[in-house]
């Protein structure tokens, strides 16, 4: 049996004495034509799913895309290596961790302290690298002059070539503030020393004292016009040596 297209098609001579039969004749093959495949046509079996194209948003491309691109790169970097210590009491007690991680050009320094008050009092702490990797408790100091609780690990590390004056001492870091319970936290960064530098020889330390750190600013007005003395310049009077970690 023909098609209603077709029948009228076969029949259009005598549809065309008939106008009326003509516009419904056209809006039923329209219909046909629009509505689903004619009878003669096989159904399609494709199973294939519409993938929309990409739409550029500004975010970042999804995990995996572009993985075979020869142009992409992986641009984020993480630290190269890391040192990690132990702070010590003079009696051997745990007061707190140091984690030092080296990036491109600088060392992050984190430090977490959980400490007794009699051992840490609330307030700044003045905190430096110190020349020597040893931690001992009434240890004497490498010069031979005093004792003193960790006074073998010398003095402020001070790299070859350093100088105190405008940027500090090569070992000089930010002061870490203890709560009154006992905790502190710092993170800060340093791009005097690398972990070669910490590692060279035997090792360095990490030291806490016991009070603050001056970093030898002495206001002339403070001291009548004298010159801070070697003791100011060298430690910062920030006071006895409480906690030690060695680095290595």
Not at 148 to 173: I, N, R
Not at 196 to 210: F, K
Not at 220 to 243: H, I, K, S
Request: proline share 6%.
């Amino acid at each position: 049996m023909a098609s209603p297209a077709r029948h009228f098609v076969l029949r259009r001579g005598s549809a065309l004495r008939k106008p009326g039969l003509v516009a419904g004749a056209l809006a039923a093959g329209a219909l046909v034509l629009s509505g689903c495949a004619a009878p003669f046509e096989e159904p399609s079996d494709s199973t294939e799913e519409y993938t929309a194209p990409p739409v550029w948003t500004g975010s970042p491309a999804p995990a995996g895309h572009g993985e075979d691109d020869d142009h992409s790169e992986d641009s984020s970097e993480g630290p190269s290596r890391t040192v990690r210590t132990t702070l010590n009491s003079a009696d051997g007690t745990s007061v707190g961790n140091v984690t030092i991680s080296e990036s491109a050009d600088h060392l992050e320094i984190r430090v977490v302290v959980d400490a007794d008050s009699e051992v840490l009092s609330p307030g700044f702490k003045g905190m430096h690298i110190h020349e020597f990797g040893v931690c001992e408790p009434d240890s004497e100091a490498p010069d031979g002059d005093s004792t003193g609780d960790f006074l073998s690990a010398g003095g402020h590390l001070q790299l070859e070539g350093a100088t105190h004056s405008g940027t500090g001492m090569s070992g000089d870091l930010t002061s870490l503030y203890v709560l009154e319970d006992g905790t502190g936290e710092l993170v800060t960064l340093t791009d005097r020393v690398t972990i070669d530098d910490l590692l060279i020889g035997e090792g360095t330390s990490i030291m806490i004292h016991e009070g603050p750190d001056n970093f030898g600013n002495i206001p002339e007005r403070y001291t009548g016009g004298a010159e801070p003395d070697e003791q100011t310049r060298n430690t910062g009077d920030a006071g006895g040596r409480v906690a030690c970690g060695v680095i290595q």
